[in-house]
């Protein structure tokens, strides 16, 4: 069997989700070629470690030698967001397929390079907007394609985080523009807008609102990845917290809106997404990610309601990999799913979406919010 | 229009809740007959105020007023159940219409009496399981009928409530056997055998368990309607607190559950209905007295799943007569919807269901309960 | 026991719900006043009929009748939007208390004439904002009042209605500007708004969007209240079908949305209010108008979640005067709620909220809605 | 770092779940051993290309070999039930670690030879009772040992599958007492008995009914796993397709009650599981895995109600391991979290449960269930 080996950048959270990802495909997909653990990269010397732990054959400090070892086949950044960009030029000039996490970078102009290089390489490339890997919301797709909605009229998008409710929490890197590019809108508002695209379609224009609530808090003494401990003295928010956007959509009526926050209390990781069209509706929410609730006007009036779909079915999206009917799977495994298409797509020389080209239309429209929330007009989307 | 005048026997309760099924009934239906309050009795002082407030032309402390008071048409029993049989029996000996509440009597033998007295003098009757009255169970009959539900497997009624739980609550007289006639499973079960026997069909044996958790409580010093206040003495239960019934259907596989109990700390009034059969599924949960959860397997295989039916459509079950889709009922308004049904069968000189007889079959299936919990053996239910 | 007169104007879905709420008041409160139904007034030949149903004493065909009789002592306006105006003035005029429905008036001259006319003749005056009588509502008040969710991040209202998905729907009053004064803003954000006032506090300035999906639909042939009949010629809306409006609190950080639509398909009537704070967070939804969803942080950390609480305690607001804990109450009870507190505050010659201040203060937020829409501006809420 | 060398026999549905969890532990757990995927045997040629696509080092069709290796230190055994008995004691006659899926075996006597072997071995031992790494089960149990329910009153465990509500499903194995040993009180009944022991305690008699509704079904013509096509020829099935139980629990006034079927149409694999007890109560469903249901009368009164607890935060079980807070896992993932557990009893040379003894105890109670079914008896659990 024909292999490929992996280059994969970063160690931390989207590190170990990728790595799970290369792990496992094989034992649910029959990837029909074989997916090597080749190199993990990172400038810590904690890689040693996890490059033992998770199974890496090999590890090295300087992402060059990544980009320069010729077995290797596939660049994987998983790296902090200031570096995606040189990482996947360099990769792409390269010859290399690159996947590569969101955002795809801290500069819209940097983001448009980066779509050039890949496209100029002729290389397979993605970005991971990794919900377009949820069964539900690939069903979702999947009935707004078959009409099960007809014409769309609203899209709500809700994504509520809740670790910055406490004062005390310190000023992360994800608080810090330098490091992090955006705010919330950056973080979690991608996600919806990746998804408001896969299933309504393009965005014509946007107006936003953005705001910090507490603009200081302690700048960390230890900062680890998704550890972070206060320190005594304190720092500047320069990051919104918390994001409000009306979307208009390309030639269609639909009214949308996004709503983003990491202050919504009670909330852990809800991404809860409401479609309401002239035939049907769909409510998806991540807390909940094996399900979909369905309603369908073209049932008998005396039993319409909205159906709590458990997808997991061999008839749902990925699921017939998985497990039998009604055995759940899990946030890491949309990971699997990822990885499993990725690879699909190089071992058969084809275009894989979300692609570069999605994630630089995402930050076309997260820097028009931005636009937006400074200038307090609608803006269009432009690219 | 025609006048109908009622006697109404209690006015703790129940007598609050027929009140306000015949105070509201000509707001929701048109009965085409007047329903006047005409007497309410009972032999406490306090009836005289609750008659003023409740809007009762006449009160009386003698039972015996309302038989004997040639212009009250209906004799509607609110009172202890001990007095049931009594009063039941006189007043259809004296030509009247009888409502009942449940259980029909404290013993079989007066139940039977009962019936007969009615069948005798062929006056309408009926017994208060008001749940038949329920818009979602009445939904769930109707998808029955309709075969949507197919054969049978599976039934599972699970009542409980939560007011024992707390080992200090005094030995009120639900809890005590002279005057109750039964514990939890005649009080909750009462209504889940007859759901059964409306939703399923009749019952062929039983096998019984029942049990007192805490045996002694503080005899009330205080003690009216359903308030109870302990004194320092304590007192033996003589009624059990559980009860945990197997059930086998006359003519059918369906395999049967009932469960109730008033120590289900967490649910103050949860009566969790769930039937599987070979072609769908209902759920009912009267914390949840408007919805109605239906899975159906003619939906296509993507999309099936447990649909959540707001009961309230113009196309259910009674709720074209109250308000706009999605605007729900109340626990309450099941005695409007109850009043309705009886007073339209006087007005139609026809019968209603529930009637003493199915109240009659109840506590026959009380008794065997009973009696297989004493033996510890399967019994048969004959009447 | 001393009388109250009530003479009610209007006999259509409102006119069944206050008169639903006048008839069973007493059932459930002691008023310790007795509340007659004397007078009902409507220019429809239907009244009659609906005055013996509902058991009013009296009917009339001019409402001068109901201003001019001495005997009757509160006004109940739930007449079309557009004679509010004119009854209210004449009503406070000859010092009658007035309960208006919503919403106040047509333009925001007339319903400011209306607060200066009940304010000069100093009576009760109360507008028919009846979700303040939601119990779970004012339970999610009382929680706000006791700092149970500490300051407030978000507010978001999002009312959904159903029954303009069908294209066919006529052109009814609510479409059309001249009868309904406003569109789906003024009938169901209206509700929203007064609830985010009730919750959360004044409004400092607003962003709104509308749009009308359907521009065209059949004008009825028919028209009764609630009911319409879809004739063979096309007419306009003038009226927004949806609404999404961004809210900015005055003194406040919480970032506001407040969205309505009645192409909600779906949801026949959800009004679905999540507020999140910095030491809990709610969440509310009329299709389950009997739970609080509540989030406290001061839960010990392995056990916080959502608690559902069915709000039917003794300890809730208005519950202890309906059933044993547990059972439900419905839509058309906080009708009964809301003439109790109207009743009351009559009684002991007080005041009572929400008043027509508040109805005006309400339309002065609609009419910077709709002057927002038209400019594309944020607009500074004054009064 | 040390190595362990596993030999898997079995390659089907539950030699891939074991094959994920030792796939996986090393990207989520530091077990400080290195697990080596060694061998992989099935008597089945497609072991070969199941053992490349998942990662086995060697492969074999004999599962003798895998005893017979000195250099495997572990045998997990996911083969038919038929053979568990010969290989667990062969294996632990070599002085093998055994891992053994359930039910331990098709007899009593059986199961009760290998647990001597095991204990007369001293080897760790294990059973595939995998619901106890459920995070939010082991959360339950945290919660019942911290006192936080109280004594408990009931016990509720409802499994529903639904694959045989249709007719036409052929006479698979696990329809065969043959093959299957047991019904589905042995496949479904074994996980609720276990998780009943694991959250109240003992055994001390149950009462069981068991019934087969459909009795002829098509003999497969294919047949491989999960997989069965139907063949032209009926057979009988002779195990149970649904079972009720009732349960007495050792020393405790706990009512307990064990349901389980495979025609719960509706219900892929719903295992519901409810405890009320003094204090509180707690709700799991296997269809939302990663929630809890929990409800504490230590609440303040007017917000008591369930709570649903998301349970992936770092304070609860084994969840630290995986994402961020609100990030799911999924069913696999028990496997992982499970053969963590075992490697680490290895590792530190200590017992592991649910061990053999277990297993046993569990299948004393699936044979007394039988009996009970037969004689219509209770019968005492004695082991």
């Known amino acids: 069997m024909k292999k490929l080996n992996i280059g994969l950048i970063g160690h931390k959270f989207?590190?170990?989700?990728?790595?799970?990802?290369?792990?496992?495909?094989?034992?649910?997909?029959?990837?029909?070629?074989?997916?090597?653990?080749?190199?993990?990269?990172?400038?810590?010397?904690?890689?040693?470690?996890?490059?033992?732990?998770?199974?890496?054959?090999?590890?090295?400090?300087?992402?060059?030698?990544v980009i320069d070892n010729p077995d290797i086949d596939v660049v994987d950044i998983a790296a902090p967001s200031i570096i995606h960009a040189e990482i996947s030029i360099a990769a792409a000039n390269s010859g290399k397929h690159v996947f590569c996490e969101k955002p795809l970078a801290l500069t819209l102009s940097d983001a448009k390079a980066m779509v050039d290089a890949v496209q100029d390489a002729d290389v397979v490339n993605m970005i991971g907007f990794n919900y377009r890997r949820v069964p539900a919301l690939a069903l979702a797709r999947r009935l707004i394609d078959d009409g099960e909605i007809g014409e769309i009229f609203h899209f709500r998008g809700i994504y509520q985080q809740s670790w910055l409710s406490d004062?005390?929490?310190?000023?992360?890197?994800?608080?810090?523009?330098?490091?992090?590019?955006?705010?919330?809108h950056g973080d979690l508002g991608a996600?919806?807008?990746?998804?408001?695209?896969?299933?309504?379609?393009?965005?014509?224009?946007?107006?936003?609102?953005?705001?910090?609530?507490?603009?200081?808090?302690?700048?960390?003494?230890?900062?680890?990845?998704?550890?972070?401990?206060?320190?005594?003295?304190?720092?500047?928010?320069?990051?919104?917290?918390?994001?409000?956007?009306?979307?208009?959509?390309?030639?269609?009526?639909?009214?949308?809106?996004?709503?983003?926050?990491?202050?919504?209390?009670?909330?852990?990781?809800?991404n809860r997404i409401e479609i309401n069209g002239s035939k049907g509706a769909i409510v998806f929410d991540m807390e909940k990610m094996n399900?979909?609730?369905?309603?369908?006007?073209?049932?008998?009036?005396?039993?319409?309601?909205?159906?709590?779909?458990?997808?997991?079915e061999a008839d749902h999206p990925y699921t017939a990999n998985w497990w039998p009917a009604g055995h759940i799977i899990g946030y890491g495994d949309t990971f699997v799913n990822q990885v499993y298409d990725f690879i699909s797509?190089?071992?058969?020389?084809?275009?894989?979406?979300?692609?570069?080209?999605?994630?630089y239309i995402c930050q076309v429209i997260l820097d028009a919010a931005q636009n937006s929330a400074e200038t307090g007009k609608w803006v269009e989307i432009k690219y």
Chains 1, 2, 3, 4 share one sequence.
Not at 345 to 351: S, V
């Open 191 to 270: 996600h919806v807008i990746d998804i408001a695209r896969y299933l309504v379609g393009e965005f014509e224009s946007i107006s936003c609102i953005q705001q910090t609530f507490y603009k200081q808090r302690p700048i960390p003494k230890i900062e680890d990845g998704l550890v972070a401990v206060a320190g005594d003295e304190m720092g500047t928010v320069d990051v919104d917290d918390t994001s409000q956007m009306l979307v208009k959509f390309a030639g269609k009526k639909t009214s949308g809106y996004i709503e983003v926050t990491r202050y919504g209390t009670g909330h852990r990781n809800q």
């Open 167 to 184: 004062k005390g929490f310190p000023l992360a890197w994800r608080l810090r523009k330098m490091d992090a590019g955006y705010g919330s």
């Open 14 to 65: 989207m590190g170990k989700a990728h790595t799970h990802g290369y792990t496992d495909v094989s034992v649910f997909f029959k990837p029909e070629i074989e997916v090597v653990k080749h190199t993990i990269c990172s400038n810590e010397q904690s890689v040693k470690d996890v490059a033992e732990q998770w199974g890496w054959k090999n590890t090295t400090f300087d992402w060059h030698d």
């Open 291 to 312: 399900e979909l609730e369905f309603y369908t006007t073209s049932d008998k009036p005396h039993v319409q309601g909205f159906r709590r779909i458990q997808v997991g």
């Open 345 to 359: 797509a190089i071992r058969d020389n084809k275009k894989v979406k979300p692609d570069f080209k999605d994630g």
